[in-house]
């Protein structure tokens, strides 16, 4: 378990200054039960995360290129109502999803995230799978985020001028650093990157109002035109009403890449300061992002671009501002001095997510270690709690982007990345089992609602629910695989690569679970024997210490401005 403590005594050294300013070294740690007990030295994080990083990174962490750039091609291939369904809908999904992992970080906050709580609550051999299927998912999509980055700056420099390898090493480079400066200086790095992603979201979402009411140069007033001509749906695959429901249930996946990575708050638990407080607040906030960020955006976007714009389908391939539809219905509104501008904005957004993705990668291998489920060396920190071996190791993946700079490799990438959504499905059909055989604990240990942090609203039967369609959508993401189309008037017949691609991370998940209960001889943990107390205790005495000090700064005379308007939020 995770401890942390404070320097008591008259003289005020430097470490006593560091703490009162809200940082917390960390202590030996006392190894809990299911946790490797041949570790020694520094293993531990720190929790150096602040309320206001917390929050700002679960409002805009995740908002990256599927939301920017990717709902285009959803858009094109299956109209306005289409892509306003799939994602409200697996919006919803979503925070369900975010509801559970929120009750059981508020219950127990613990270095690993939901990997542990796979590990204690169900099956030491489902923490197993769900950790290395997370790794691998975050050690496919970060060399894909830095090959982006270098894709969108072929906006202003060719890659006959300089060759994208170099962009990639510098932002490789760049994500390194900060990783390696500590989780201090990562979070108010990426304070201020999501800080400035959510006021892009925001502006884009005032602009496409505007523009949806005739403010734009041509002075139009769109409102519902287009989901009239050419229409709010495009029939996918199959004619009449078959064909709508497979456009509908093709943008599902779309939403889902979209909405990847929202879990992050779970892996921030074990570095973050107060998080009983901090990570339902976060949660509570989830709800409010997926509204306003993703399902008004696109509404407004359907509002203000048809599916049949000739920009969207001749960009669909590519990756800078070019590729986003918020600037195709820019474009149609007659603004012509943005793309620059939003180009430049999303350089930060692919810089953010290369970021973050590093830090979970690095944050996600160490937890194995921990659990004695990875190499013990990988669970070594440095002074700073900075996992300097698993963040080594995770960025020697990142040299994987460099494929890209071969077209032949490309192709190949291509299709790794392909396993990127099943891989997210996984883990969000993995926390919502946790969570489920949590409430199962609590219930058989007379452990009440009243007894935890936070609750979710929708109680286990939000989880079975939500459940049940993310296994649905992971069994159908690539259902286009399977239809033939011999008129040739859609374009698709069976494609044996994307297949393969596609539901790969299925047999993997479960082989990896299979074999480790196989090697291991785990069984299913019982609600009766569930361990859902080993390191609590330590965690009641950092929470009543971290709000004597918050009860010490709040002395401090602050202005008014900031107690009227900014501290609720922070």
């Known amino acids: 378990m995770v401890l942390f403590r404070r320097n008591h005594g008259s003289d005020s050294s430097p470490e006593d200054t560091e703490h009162k300013a809200g940082v917390y070294e960390t202590a030996p740690r006392e190894v809990s039960p299911g946790e490797n007990e041949d570790l ?72 690993g995230g939901f990997t542990y709580y796979a590990t204690t609550f169900v ?100 409102g519902f035109r287009y989901w009239k001509n050419p229409g709010a749906f495009h029939a996918y695959i199959a004619d009449g009403a078959s064909g709508r429901f497979f456009a509908v249930w093709s943008s599902m996946i779309t939403a889902v890449f979209a909405y990847l990575g929202t879990e992050l708050v779970g892996v921030t638990v074990g570095e973050a300061q107060n998080p009983r407080k901090t990570i339902p607040r976060a949660i509570r906030l989830t709800f409010y992002r997926i509204l306003v960020f993703y399902v008004l955006s696109v509404l407004l976007l359907g509002m203000n671009l048809p599916y049949n714009n000739d920009d969207i389908k001749k960009n669909a391939t590519k990756t800078s501002a070019a590729a986003s539809p918020f600037v195709a219905a820019i474009n149609v509104a007659g603004v012509d001095v943005l793309p620059g501008f939003l180009n430049a904005c999303f350089l930060v957004f692919v810089f953010s997510a290369s970021n ?32 300097i071996y698993s963040l080594g190791l995770s960025a020697l993946f990142c040299l994987l982007a460099f494929m890209n700079v071969s077209t032949d490799s490309r192709t190949v990438f291509g299709y790794f990345y392909n396993l990127v959504t099943i891989f997210g499905l996984l883990t969000w059909i993995s926390i919502l089992l946790s969570h489920i055989y949590f409430v199962r604990a609590r219930r058989a240990q007379n452990v009440s609602d009243k007894d935890i942090p936070y609750k979710a609203p929708f109680g286990k039967w939000g989880s079975y629910g939500a459940l049940f369609f993310c296994c649905l959508i992971a069994l159908t993401k690539n259902f286009n695989v399977f239809t033939r189309d011999p008129t040739g008037k859609y374009g698709h017949n069976f494609d044996y690569k994307n297949f393969i691609t596609g539901y790969l991370g299925i047999p993997l998940y479960l082989v990896m679970i299979v074999g480790y209960k196989f090697i291991k001889k785990t069984h299913q943990v019982r609600p009766e024997s569930c361990d859902l107390w080993s390191g609590k205790d330590k965690i009641d005495r950092e929470e009543a210490e971290f709000l004597a000090l918050e009860a010490e700064k709040k002395q401090q005379p602050t202005s008014w401005f900031y107690r009227t308007f900014v501290s609720w939020l922070f």
């Not at 202003?156 to 994500?175: D, M, R």
């Not at 990668?361 to 190499?375: E, M, N």
Request: hydrophobic fraction near 50%.
């Open 40 to 111: 020694k030295g520094h293993v531990d994080l720190t929790r150096g995360l602040k309320s206001r990083q917390i929050t700002m990174i679960a409002i805009g962490g995740a908002i990256g290129t599927g939301l920017i750039i990717g709902t285009g091609s959803a858009l094109a291939r299956a109209g306005p109502a289409s892509i306003l369904i799939s994602y409200s809908i697996v919006g919803f999904l979503v925070y369900l999803v975010m509801c559970a992992l929120g009750e059981m970080a508020a219950w127990i906050p613990k270095a």
């Open 356 to 387: 973050s993705d590093l830090y979970i990668a690095s944050r996600t291998i160490h937890g194995l270690a921990l659990d004695g489920k990875a190499p013990k060396i990988l669970a070594h920190t440095d002074k700073r709690g900075v996992p």
């Open 123 to 222: 099956d030491p051999a489902l923490g197993f799978s769900l950790g290395y299927t997370y790794w691998f998912k975050y050690i496919i999509t970060t060399p894909n985020q830095l090959t982006a980055s270098a894709l969108v700056i072929q906006y202003w420099c060719p890659p006959e001028k300089v060759n994208p390898g170099v962009f990639i090493a510098v932002f490789l480079v760049a994500i390194l650093f900060i990783n390696y400066f500590g989780i201090r200086f990562f979070g108010e790095f990426e304070f201020w990157l999501s800080s400035i992603k959510v006021l892009v979201i925001v502006g884009l979402i005032l602009l496409m109002f505007i523009l949806t009411l005739g403010g734009g140069p041509d002075h139009d007033r769109k």
